[in-house]
């Protein structure tokens, strides 16, 4: 009899294996040769060898399919167990889905506007999504920059926002540097933890395949093999827009998200995205998508609330 070692590595082994194990029940049902032995996340299975391949081979490929749509049921292990598994790789997988966040949540893009930025990110480097708040460019970034991870095409995301407050003064708040900052990045910790699970998004930002910090972190830096989220944008100066534009290295993909109408700047203090937006908007590999109150995908409120400012304001 022989004996091996599997490890789960970036997976949470209460999800994987369910509640009272009921994962490794199924497993047992179909490969009653083997004895398997699970403790946290390491599962240790005796056999005969060519037992224990085939029973690695169909596990591999529940961890893959686990990895891919955040969720494992019973009907998904059997089917896996089962069948050749090329259907599995393959899968058909719903129009315009990006990825299946936690819990199997379809991540895809609602409007018209968040598919162009999808479609203007495959075919650029750099893209400037530009709109009012609820318009859903942040969250569709977001899922741009984790869909290139799975999929390989980066090696880590780095999610940053200029440290602008809008009304508040972060000087005055409790704690050190992070404490203070991670309230005001909340929006993108919110994103991410839609689409990550819990477990394998700590263990990312703990191991800086996931980075979230303010702007001037970024000085100095040549961002590699990355996937780049600069947002609420409008908030940064020509100086600060020039230095992160410049940041951008091989193999990387950048987007810009802001909304010109929630500038927190100091008056006569010039927009660094307004500049930018005026200044290359003719260079290719740049890209850029206006989203407007159409794209709104929070309260339908939002957007009546949008058109009705939108009548008193004036044009910026």
């Known amino acids: 009899m022989t004996e091996r070692i599997i490890e789960l590595t970036d997976i949470d082994p209460k999800e994987f294996f369910g509640t009272q194990n009921s994962t490794i029940s ?21 056999g005969e060898s060519d037992i224990l391949d085939e029973f690695e081979k169909r596990f591999e490929m529940l961890v893959k399919y686990f990895n891919r749509y955040n969720k494992l049921d019973e009907n998904s292990i059997e089917r896996i167990i089962t069948e050749t598994g090329k259907g599995i790789e393959s899968g ?54 984790v869909k290139a ?27 050190d540097l992070k ?11 919110d994103a991410l933890r839609d689409m990550i699970p819990n477990e394998r998004l700590e263990s990312h930002l703990e191991k800086g395949v996931i980075q979230i ?32 534009l410049t ?24 927009s660094g995205l307004k500049e930018s937006l005026l200044a290359l908007k003719d260079i290719e590999g740049i890209a850029q998508v206006y989203l407007d109150d159409k794209d709104v995908v929070r309260h339908r409120l939002v957007k009546r609330i949008l058109r009705a400012y939108k009548i008193i304001e004036p044009e910026s």
């Open 92 to 145: 058909s997988v719903a129009k315009d889905v990006l990825l299946h966040g936690v819990n199997g949540k379809l991540i895809k893009p609602q409007t018209d506007n968040q598919r162009k930025m999808v479609t203007l990110m495959g075919e650029n480097d750099m893209l400037f999504a530009v709109g009012p708040a609820g318009t859903g460019k942040t969250y569709t970034a977001v899922a741009l920059a």
């Open 247 to 270: 940041r951008m290295g091989k193999n990387a993909k950048f987007i810009i998200t802001g909304d010109p109408g929630q500038i927190d700047l100091p008056r006569k203090q010039i």
């Open 26 to 46: 199924i497993l047992k049902k179909y490969f009653p040769k083997i004895k398997i032995v699970a403790r946290g996340g390491t599962l240790k299975i005796y």
């Open 213 to 244: 910090a303010p702007l001037a972190f970024m000085r100095g830096r040549t961002l590699d093999n990355a996937f780049v989220i600069l947002d609420e944008a409008q908030n940064t100066t020509h100086n600060q827009m020039k230095m992160f």
């Open 149 to 175: 991870l799975k999929d390989k095409e980066v090696r880590r995301i780095i999610l940053t926002r200029p440290a602008v407050e809008s009304g508040e003064n972060l000087g005055f708040l409790p704690g």
């Open 179 to 189: 404490e203070k900052l991670d309230p005001y990045m909340q929006p993108l910790y």
